[in-house]
Nanobody, 124 residues
Framework: QLQLVESGGGLVQPGGSLRLSCAAS????????IGWFRQAPGKERGGVSC????????NYADSVKGRFTISRDNANNTVYLQMSSLKPEDTAVYYC?????????????????WGQGTQVTVSS
């Protein structure tokens, strides 16, 4: 079974940092672009960041640019999202998705596999 599992979420104060992990099982990530998405209550799931299958290109939503960094370790079948300078508006469930393509996408429908999500809460 192809599976993605997110971890690393939790409660953090504004200005703090978290590192989210997306670990794959049942398949290797070598040929998949990986996107991080988030969904806050009452809002649709939106793109946060994406990394191409080789790791050669990345993109970020304007709201997180300069604060979040996406990276991948294909040898360990894991993609990370390092989040710093967290703000209350970053509070959401964070999901990783795998796209069977080299290229990144901002669209949820372009991703075939999803994890169950990990909750990130930024609050004082």
């Amino acid at each position: 079974q192809l599976q993605l599992v997110e971890s690393g979420g939790g409660l953090v104060q504004p200005g703090g940092s978290l590192r989210l992990s997306c670990a794959a099982s049942g398949f290797t990530l070598d040929y998949y672009a990986i996107g991080w998405f988030r969904q806050a209550p009452g809002k649709e799931r939106g793109g946060v960041s994406c990394i191409t299958s080789s790791g050669g290109n990345t993109n970020y939503a304007d709201s997180v640019k300069g604060r979040f960094t996406i990276s991948r370790d294909n040898a360990n079948n894991t993609v990370y999202l390092q989040m710093s300078s967290l703000k209350p508006e970053d509070t959401a469930v964070y999901y990783c998705g795998a796209r069977g393509n080299y290229y990144c996408s901002d669209y949820v429908t372009d991703f075939s596999y999803w994890g169950q999500g990990t909750q990130v809460t930024v609050s004082s």
